[in-house]
T-cell receptor, first 111, second 113 residues
Framework: DAKTTQPPSMDCAEGRAANLPCNHS???????VYWYRQIHSQGPQYIIH???NNETNEMASLIITEDRKSSTLILPHATLRDTAVYYC????????????FGQGTRLTINP | ETGVTQTPRHLVMGMTNKKSLKCEQH?????MYWYKQSAKKPLELMFV???????ENNSVPSRFSPECPNSSHLFLHLHTLQPEDSALYLC????????????FGPGTRLTVT
């Protein structure tokens, strides 16, 4: 699986959009980008995933660059409950079972 | 609530004890997983089960012994652990192996003294 690089920490004001970057310059054509988050003292939670196109769901939007070497997770109106560690993961989606978690980005939402 | 429960939530055990962690999923999933999360380290996959059969053992020491009696239940039997095994142990499930979304339980915080 391709390696990802994320900033170790970020801050964002409550009510503003939080934009979390991820670099995955060695991503293969059949690898998806997944985002999970882990709120303190809880297990990780799936947020969103995508292959080439931008994706949006009720939690977030995922913007993938045209060359697929980087992506950005956007939380449009961050709340204090969005304070968590956010993990960007790339892997194939055809039966490969491993989710390989890196160190992630610790996002702190400030009031 | 994710539909995945884990008991106990906290466990303190001595190095000579034997204990078991339990995981139950109420989602009708076919795949279940054990992960370990040590302080300051990323989550590490330990075991994968698919339809009760173990399909992956990520070079886990034999003092950790998993058991999957059915698709809804997963156990992790612990014996003669070391202090460095102290960690958060997370269980997860997914519809099937490779499915994009895994649902995680809250974890068991294990301390080995």
């Amino acid at each position: 699986d391709a390696k990802t690089t994320q900033p170790p920490s970020m801050d964002c004001a409550e009510g503003r959009a939080a934009n979390l970057p991820c670099n995955h310059s060695t991503i293969s054509g059949n690898e998806y980008v997944y985002w999970y988050r882990q709120i303190h003292s809880q297990g990780p939670q799936y947020i969103i995933h995508g292959l080439k196109n931008n994706e949006t769901n009720e939690m977030a939007s995922l913007i993938i660059t045209e060359d697929r070497k980087s992506s950005t997770l956007i939380l449009p109106h961050a709340t204090l409950r969005d304070t968590a560690v956010y993990y960007c993961i790339v892997r194939v989606a055809d039966g490969a079972q491993k989710l390989v978690f890196g160190q992630g980005t610790r996002l702190t939402i400030n009031p | 609530e994710t539909g995945v429960t884990q008991t106990p939530r906290h466990l303190v055990m001595g190095m000579t004890n034997k204990k078991s962690l339990k995981c139950e999923q109420h989602l009708g999933h076919n795949a279940m997983y054990w992960y370990k999360q040590s302080a300051k380290k990323p989550l590490e996959l330990m075991f994968v089960y698919n339809f009760k059969e173990q399909t992956e053992n990520n070079s886990v020491p034999s003092r950790f012994s998993p058991e999957c009696p059915n698709s809804s239940h997963l156990f992790l039997h612990l014996h003669t652990l070391q202090p460095e095994d102290s960690a958060l142990y997370l269980c997860a499930s997914s519809q099937d192996p490779g499915f994009y979304e895994q649902y995680f339980g809250p974890g068991t915080r294990l301390t080995v003294t």
